[in-house]
């Protein structure tokens, strides 16, 4: 059982380019999150879905989207990259949506835009 | 979590007890969770309090006060293993995880 995983495991991107990172989950988990995490800044939500087919925004959701079309899958989407999202993304995932519940992470994507 | 703090940087010797405080101000309260992140990976559980009290488990035990916004780690028996980041996160109104900046501990021999 692979748990969680994210795709790729780091990117270097030219400013203005799309991106889309992906996030794979075999835990059956209804509830799927993406955070960024910089240095001193800890770990940030950007965007949630509690069960497939619904999506919410989170702390930091602007220059990203995301889409949730099945259990399994959620991935992070930026439609024109910049220098500040150069960051370390990582994907969760929990049993249920309640906060009360560990959340699994996956190993997470280094990301650098230039 | 700018509505959270904890200490930045912590040292201590193999064998030892260190203590990881954390403060945080939220207007709703819905548990509090800590999170170990060796470097260059991914956060892992340790534990969820959401009462009053403490919590052990093994060599980690994690403590609440609601009244007082305040929790604390406690990691005992120090092993060089235990190098890692700590992360505070507490589940607000939302119910969603607010994440501290993290406190970096490192084990000397």
């Not at chain 2, 509505?3 to 010797?13: C, F, G, R, V």
Request: aromatic share 12%; proline share 3%; net charge neutral.
């Amino acid at each position: 059982i692979a748990g969680i995983t994210q795709a790729p495991t780091s990117q270097i991107l030219a400013a203005g380019r799309r991106m889309t990172l992906r996030c794979t989950q075999d835990m059956r988990h209804n509830a799927m999150y993406w955070y960024r995490q910089d240095l001193g800044l800890g770990l940030r939500l950007i965007h949630y879905s509690n069960t497939a087919g619904t999506t919410g925004k989170g702390e930091v959701p602007d220059g990203y989207s995301v889409s949730r079309a099945n259990t399994d899958d959620f991935p992070l989407t930026l439609a024109s990259a910049v220098p500040s999202q150069t960051s370390v993304y990582f994907c969760a995932s929990s049993d249920g949506a309640g906060g009360f519940n560990e959340q699994f992470f996956g190993p997470g994507t280094r990301l650098t835009v230039l | 979590g700018q509505n959270i703090d904890q200490p930045t940087e912590m040292t201590a010797t193999e064998g030892a007890i260190v203590q990881i405080n954390c403060t945080y101000q939220t207007s709703g309260f819905n548990g509090l969770f800590w999170y170990q992140q060796h470097a260059g990976e991914a956060p892992t559980f340790l534990s969820y309090n959401v009462l009053d009290g403490l919590e052990e488990k093994g060599r980690f035990s994690s403590f609440l006060s609601r009244s007082k916004g305040y929790s604390y780690l406690l990691l005992k028996e120090l092993q060089m293993k235990d190098s890692a980041s700590y992360l505070c996160a507490y589940v607000g109104n939302d119910y969603k995880l607010s994440f501290g900046a993290g406190t970096t501990v490192t084990v000397r021999a």
